[in-house]
Structure formats: C-alpha cells, structure tokens
C-alpha cells in the first residue's frame, strides 16, 4: 500500500526531542485535554510537504491514516483531505467533509487539528451547503470539545467571505462553555469579525454579552483594540 510508504517516510522525519516538546505543548498528560496523544516530533510545514506529495492518496487509505494513534498522522491525512476536497468533484467533498464529521470526537482530537482544518474544506462545504449548518449548531451543544470548537472555528471560512451571523448564533450557544479552549476559539472569531468586516459590528456584539462573556473570550476579541479602549472593556 502507498499508505505504509508514507507512513516509513513520516518516520524517517521523527525527532524525539521535539516529540517530548510537543507532547507537553499539546497537553498530552492525565486529565488533560490532548491526553494520552502520541507525537513523534514533526513540524508542520514537513507535514504539509509530505501531504502535497501524497495528495493522490487514494481516499480510504487517507481515512485510514486519520485514524492512527500518531498525532503528526493525523495532520497528515487532513492535510491531504483538503488537497483531495479541492481537487474532487461534488461527490468527493460531501464524502471527504460527513467522513471528517464523523470522525471529529475521536481522531481530530486537538485544537491543532481541528484549526488547520475546520476552516478551509470543512468551512468551504458549509458556506455553499447552507441547509447543513444545522449540524454546526448541533455540535455547538455537544459534549464533545472537539466538536464544539470545530462548530465555531469552520465559521472562519463565512467570516472570510463577509458573513458572520451564524458566528454570533454559535457563540451565543458557546457563551457559557466551561473550556478555556472554546474561549479563545470564540474570541478569537469576534477578533476576526472587526478585522474582516466591521468593528463597530463585533463591538455591538461585545456590549451586548459584556456580562456574560468569558473574561478570555473578551480579552481574544478585543486584542486589536486601542489600549485604552481596551482597558475600558476590561473594567466592564
């Protein structure tokens, strides 16, 4: 199989050291949320090479490299799922995007993961199948981490095409997640919403949910803003 080819390459790129590096990074230890991952200590750009020249996996060996225990594999096959999304025809993108879905709880399983993914062919397949964005919002109230930020950060791709309502619904529905990694994800979009199409809209937004917002969330969204405007929403 081509896919145990690619698999020996990505273990000639292994470096120990930086495995141990990112493993502590990525909050890999008992009761934390990447625990029990397994990194081998590749960078992300060797990744993105490796898929680029891998990008004609065929796709059930791409899904099958998505479910290995090694984290940089993972990377790996969404990386190349999104060269394969670009390249495939109608029936590849919706069978690369409800296998991704499907697979989200278990094997893109941490903020990396789910961030060099979610808002490129994942945010593509919901920004022209309008209908679907349901299943966003039912992943907004899941009980998995993973799926609830993918639901927020796939909306980085309407975001960028001049859309933001469906970011302030998921948000609202976030607002009150107990995770500091759905905070920063949410601000993080807020942030991205004055930058791209309007702060005076983010700021509506802000004033809005003041009392309610995470203290990370508003400290993500305000970033960009003035020092002193900044301190004034802090006091808030």
Do not use: C
Not at 105 to 124: E, I, M
Not at 160 to 167: A, F, I, L
Not at 196 to 209: A, G, M, P, T, V
Request: hydrophobic share 35%; net charge positive.
């Amino acid at each position: 199989m081509i896919l145990d080819k690619l698999k020996k390459e990505l273990a000639a790129l292994a470096d120990k050291k930086q495995a141990v590096i990112l493993q502590r990074f990525f909050k890999t230890g008992k009761g934390e949320y990447g625990e029990g991952d397994i990194f081998i200590g590749i960078k992300v750009p060797a990744l993105r090479n490796m898929a680029k020249k891998y990008k004609d996996l065929p796709l059930d060996e791409t899904l099958e490299l998505l479910t290995s225990e090694i984290h940089e594999h993972r990377m790996t096959a969404l990386f190349i799922l999104n060269f394969q999304y670009n390249s495939g025809n109608d029936g590849i993108k919706e069978k690369i995007v409800k296998e991704y879905m499907r697979n989200v709880r278990k094997y893109v399983n941490n903020w990396d993961l789910v961030d060099l993914s979610a808002p490129y062919f994942v945010g593509d397949y919901f920004y022209r199948k309008r209908s679907k964005r349901k299943k966003l919002y039912s992943y907004a109230k899941s009980n998995s981490l993973w799926e609830r930020r993918v639901s927020v950060i796939t909306t980085y791709h309407f975001i960028r095409q001049g859309e933001y309502e469906d970011t302030f619904n998921i948000i609202e529905i976030l607002m009150n997640d107990k995770h500091d990694l759905i905070h920063k994800a949410t601000g993080w979009m807020l942030r991205e919403i004055g930058k791209r199409i309007d702060e005076k809209i983010e700021k509506q937004f802000i004033d809005k949910h003041i009392g309610d917002m995470p203290r990370t969330m508003l400290r993500y969204a305000i970033e960009r803003f003035p020092g002193n405007e900044r301190r004034k929403y802090l006091k808030k």
